[in-house]
């Protein structure tokens, strides 16, 4: 059995008309307008495929179709926001294909032993409120709701994750968690360049990787370019420098088993003739092994802190994010294998670079992912691209993965 | 004979009434009304002073003190104008201690062998008009008339030089350098620590330094922090961060006899989970020696080339300044050291890191600036402070060395 790839194709097309932008792009910001018409027209669709849909207090939606026996849901989704300036696979396709399967189904008149919950999470990408990955976050038990409903817009504090569900009339009244899952899957693009260039058809999501985001600021003094000798100056930016090639070389003599990157730097005045008086930088330190993480987190900061202080100046430091790795079950990966398989699909089982609703609720059932290439790796832009022929294969893996687990053996 | 150095400091403290900012500072931009304040305070004061007051097509304002021989005036001065948030000594120390000079003359009944010519300059600063150092450049014949004069604002194209000189009222007659000078000197704020950290009195400057500016964009690729494994990156942050420490080292290396600042960089699209696109950064390559500050150029520019390069990454290079450095003859320090020395106050002959009017000056008569120092080497600042006792001095030291250049032996 297969899924229709063309409704899928053009039912994504579909979505990606509300908020569209650039040529093939998308923009809908989590509890905007444009994120309300796609949910409601989720709804609707969920409703014709003959769910019961039931929306939380935190807007997370969830359909449920009924299986033979009584028991946990096999769950399987995303979600529907993007980021600014996003792409249309970001999301969109791992409730899509979802959605399809659904579709598939029913037309098959296939009752699964299990029933089956296709979910829709609120705010994954946390571009107007924190945290990211706040629907499943708060779903899988794993924050304060009340706190998080307070959560005001980063541009307008007169705007919090409560009021903004209100407006779009996605304040339900479930409460989150309420539906146990037997399992959850998530469908996503890689985001990155691996399967294309080792021509992959399917990753099979093993681990994602932990996060830590962390905020450096280095204090130091401005001073004429022209006029300050070399051994008066406190040059906050010669010393950023360092610490930024430092941490540039701490990934590349790991190979990988450590990613840090500096995304973001900031001088001040940031004028061409003032030695800077401050240059604030980020780092972002990832790995699929916590011990790594925290070492590599650590030799960091060991450096920073030996570095700044040999050369007379002081520094501050801000944890943004600690988020630990996380491994999804083998009962999990191995569906997910075995629908790749008899499918003829080539696959890899590799970890995910970046965070996903999978990994918080990895917290809450046994749950895994699904990968398909990314052109060029490129993601969170308006040119996010995955062929039409990888979507489809990805909605087979899934429906494959799904009826495997929702099977009572 | 001694200037009144309770009339200067007060004259002093009336100009920087005219655009006061914070404490103790001042905000008079170029050709804008407090600039008018300021020149008209100054025109009166010159004509109190019973000076013939020349205003040239730039609006360079030329005092004139006639002396017993009808032959080239010795001249001095600086410019009223400056930065944004700046300082109350910076330009205007030089303009009233050259009016405090005429008026102890005045009051001694002093006739002088040559004329004496005080100046205010146009626009030293360049803060809204390109280039700085404006007046002084016109003056000594460096540029064409015309096209300053149609040069525009930086924060509105509809605003010129020509149009702002007409709406001040100073768009004068006189061909700029039409009255030619036997000598220029400039009494100056060092602008950094040196003078004060080794307590001295007086910076006879022998030298300005000459700069290079130049900016660079160092063109990589944005990709996810935690998908794009680093072997695929194209980090021009990393890369920018080598570039940033070779620089930062080169001018550690030698000693303070090339001066090397990254003063401004900025990432795109500067985000904490992107490895950034494009890295842009400024040089400012500073010497007294023109063969170092050319070899420095050079060689920092091979060093981009080769490590972009093995990067796999390209870059962008812009040349925004190049002054080649100037040096005073001795004939002109040897006025002003002699000066310091029948004060008794101990002096340094020194280069000057800062570009002022007196390098352009030089190019049209000999010239040389006089330098007292600055409380922590602050300027362009608000809180930029000099002593009164060494305003003081500075005033007498401009004093003696135009007695001493005046005389005709």
């Known amino acids: 059995m297969k899924i229709n790839a063309q409704r899928l194709l053009q039912n994504l097309d579909r979505y990606a008309q509300i908020g569209k932008k650039g040529r093939i792009g998308v923009e809908r910001i989590a509890l905007s307008q444009e994120d309300k018409q796609a949910r409601d ?238 240059a604030t930088f980020t780092l972002d330190v990832r790995s699929t092994d916590e011990a790594l993480l925290k070492r590599a987190q650590k030799e960091i900061d060991e450096f920073i802190e030996e570095t700044v202080s040999e050369d007379g100046l002081s520094f501050e430091r801000e944890e943004l994010v600690r988020f630990s790795p996380v491994r999804f079950p083998l009962v999990m990966t191995d569906t997910v294998q075995s629908a790749a398989k008899s499918l003829g699909l080539n696959y890899k089982r590799m970890p995910s670079g970046a965070g996903h609703d999978a990994q918080m609720m990895a917290h809450f059932c046994p749950s895994t992912m699904i990968f398909i290439p990314s052109v060029r790796g490129i993601s969170h832009n308006v040119e996010e691209y995955s062929h039409d022929e990888d979507v489809e294969n990805g909605a087979n893996v899934l429906l494959g993965a799904v009826l495997g687990r929702s099977a009572i053996s």
């Not at 008149?109 to 708060?138: C, W, Y």
Request: glycine content about 10%; charged content about 20%; overall charge negative.
């Open 41 to 278: 027209l989720l709804k609707n669709q969920m409703i014709d495929a003959g769910l019961k849909v039931h929306i939380d207090r935190l807007g997370n939606m969830i359909g449920i179709r009924k299986g033979k026996s009584d028991v946990k849901p096999v769950a399987f989704g995303s979600h529907l926001d993007t980021v600014y300036s996003g792409g249309r696979y970001d999301g969109a396709l791992g409730v899509l294909a979802g959605l399809e399967l659904i579709q598939t189904l029913n037309e098959k008149q296939i009752e699964t032993d299990k029933p089956l919950a296709l979910v829709n999470f609120t705010n994954e990408e946390g571009v107007r409120f924190a945290p990211d990955m706040m629907g499943s976050h708060i779903y899988a038990g794993m924050a304060d709701l009340n706190s998080i409903l307070n959560s005001p817009a980063y541009d307008n504090p007169n705007e919090s994750v409560g009021s903004c569900l209100h407006a779009i009339g996605y304040f339900g009244d479930m409460k989150p968690g309420a539906i146990e899952f037997d399992a959850y899957y998530e469908l996503h693009i890689e985001q990155g360049p691996v399967l294309e260039l080792e021509q992959i058809n399917i990753g099979v999501v093993e681990q994602v990787q932990g996060i830590y985001w962390t905020r450096y600021r280095i204090n130091g003094e401005a001073n004429h370019a022209g006029t300050t000798p070399v051994y008066y100056r406190k040059d906050a930016g010669f010393t950023a420098a360092k610490l930024q090639k430092y941490i540039g070389e701490y990934t590349r003599e790991r190979e990988g088993t450590v990613l840090t990157t500096v995304g973001s730097v900031k001088f001040s005045p940031d004028a061409i003739n003032i030695v800077p008086d401050t």
